[in-house]
């Protein structure tokens, strides 16, 4: 069965510091990955997503991402974080005949220090 | 410019009351979703339609009920039967055929038991 697991449920950076939330997946068939950001009381939004292109994806507000099928991994980074970076991150994962229906992960909050 | 939009942004449900939370899409999307969120809980899968006219339930659909009458929109009704529904509600769309277009969110509607 498809899963996604976020390591950490809330992760503290200094602002300026890199930022690195953790996603790994679970999937026998070649999955698709996704990465959305939510700020309180909103809607989430996409800030990336892998198709099977490049492994190295890059997204808005200077965040990316790795697929690294290896290590069954889709880590999300940004070299220096900012205060409004602060949010709740959630990854997610589909597949190819899955109608499109995302299994999300259980989300991290992003704390950032001034 | 192409979205989703829920309504109400806020909404007071009295005790034994039935509520209807609207959201409606002008994407074209075929698939539609309702998730719920609890602090620390992600996301759950209420109910999800990938055609008009046909629905199916999610991981907790216990207390709600949905319709597809028109493409556009997809209303959540939670009933009485409810006995927690404080919580954000969440409403997305995929095009549904493809696992590589991910959703697009509403901004939520936040319901409160009174």
């Known amino acids: 069965a498809q899963s996604v697991t976020q390591l950490g449920s809330h992760v503290s950076v200094s602002e300026g510091a890199l930022v690195l939330l953790r996603c790994n997946y679970s999937?026998?068939?070649?999955?698709?990955l996704f990465w959305y950001v939510q700020y309180p009381n909103q809607g989430l939004q996409l800030l990336l997503k892998?198709?099977?292109?490049?492994?190295l994806v890059k997204g808005i507000n200077g965040f990316e991402a790795e697929f690294k099928k290896s290590e069954t991994s889709f880590h999300l980074t940004k070299p220096s974080a900012h205060m409004s970076d602060a949010a709740e991150y959630f990854c997610?994962?589909?597949?190819?005949?899955?109608?499109?229906?995302?299994?999300f992960g259980q989300g991290t909050t992003l704390q950032v220090k001034p | 410019d192409g979205g989703i939009t829920q309504s109400p942004k806020y909404l007071f449900r009295k005790e034994g009351q039935n509520v209807t939370l609207s959201c409606e899409q002008n994407?074209?999307?075929?698939?539609m979703y309702w998730y719920r969120q609890d602090p620390g809980q992600g996301l759950r899968l209420i109910y999800y339609?990938?055609?008009?006219?046909?629905?199916q339930k999610g991981d907790i659909a216990e207390g709600y009920s949905v319709s597809r009458e028109k493409k556009e929109s997809f209303p959540l009704t939670v009933t009485s039967a409810q006995k927690n529904p404080t919580a954000f509600y969440l409403c997305?769309?995929?095009?549904?055929?493809?696992?590589?277009?991910?959703?697009?969110f509403g901004s939520g509607t936040r319901l409160t038991v009174v």
């Open positions: 994407l074209n999307h075929d698939a």
């Open positions: 892998y198709t099977s292109a490049a492994t």
């Open positions: 997305a769309s995929s095009p549904g055929d493809r696992g590589n277009d991910g959703y697009t």
């Open positions: 339609s990938q055609i008009v006219n046909d629905f």
């Open positions: 999937s026998s068939v070649p999955p698709y």
């Open positions: 997610a994962v589909t597949f190819s005949g899955n109608t499109g229906k995302l299994i």
